[in-house]
């Protein structure tokens, strides 16, 4: 059974440049969040996508948008890229029941992206 | 919004011996409290959970004790061994219940 798999595992773009980053969760999970990891930093909430819908979003900036498919998959784009976007960007798939978390939370490796 | 304290931030010991992380949590409607395990360069791992109608779980070398009236959780680890060491990272959840908040992690250092 596959888990979470997200492309590309490194990247590296220049200031201003724009950036999509791909998600496929776990099989039998209908809903994908993303999480932005600085360097020696906790991961933080950037939004989640349930049923095509951003659900809920975290405390960034317009310039991060989403987009979830029928498939469940996800994309992260990011726009107007700054020094301080470079991080590790996590996705982790999940089910929900009653509006909650049932069960674990699963991460994908991540994709590492610099900034220059 | 929720916030998520963790102490300590590093934390060293010698194989054999037991290591403990708190947390403290400031909203009330969080209803569920994962650790997660991340080595180097690798993605976060849950290493055991618990919800708000529970006090304590326990997996193994592993437990995870709740107090909700105090807001505090905390885990722990016996007899440690070097593969333990990795950082830590304890969450909440947040008020939709759907989002977690991680604390600041926890450098664990095993020593043999």
């Known amino acids: 059974d596959a888990g979470v798999t997200q492309s590309p595992t490194h990247l590296i773009k220049t200031r201003g440049q724009q950036v999509t980053l791909r998600c496929s969760p776990k099989s039998g999970h209908d809903t994908v969040s993303w999480y932005q990891q600085a360097l020696g930093q906790e991961p933080q909430f950037i939004f989640q996508y349930y049923e095509e819908e951003e659900r809920q979003r975290g405390n960034f900036p317009d310039r991060f948008s989403g987009h979830q498919f029928p498939n469940y998959s996800s994309e992260l784009n990011v726009n107007a890229l700054l020094l301080g976007d470079s991080a590790l960007y996590l996705c982790a798939s999940s089910l929900l029941f009653g509006g909650n978390l049932a069960g674990e939370l699963f991460f994908g490796e991540g994709s590492r992206l610099t900034v220059l | ?112």
């Not at chain 2, 326990?58 to 593969?83: C, G, M």
Request: proline share 4%.
């Open chain 2, 1 to 112: 919004g929720e916030n998520v304290e963790q102490h300590p931030s590093t934390l060293s010991v010698q194989e054999g011996d037991s290591a403990v992380i708190k947390c403290t949590y400031s909203d009330s409607a969080s209803n569920y409290f994962p650790w997660y395990k991340q080595e180097l360069g690798k993605r976060p791992q849950l290493i055991i959970d618990i919800r708000s109608n529970v006090g304590e779980k326990k997996d193994q070398r592993i437990a995870v004790t709740l107090n909700k009236t105090a807001k505090h959780f905390s885990l722990h680890i016996t007899e440690t061994q070097p593969e333990d060491s990795a950082v830590y990272f304890c969450a909440a959840s947040d008020q939709a219940g759907t989002a977690l908040i991680f604390g600041k992690g926890t450098t664990l250092s095993v020593s043999s």
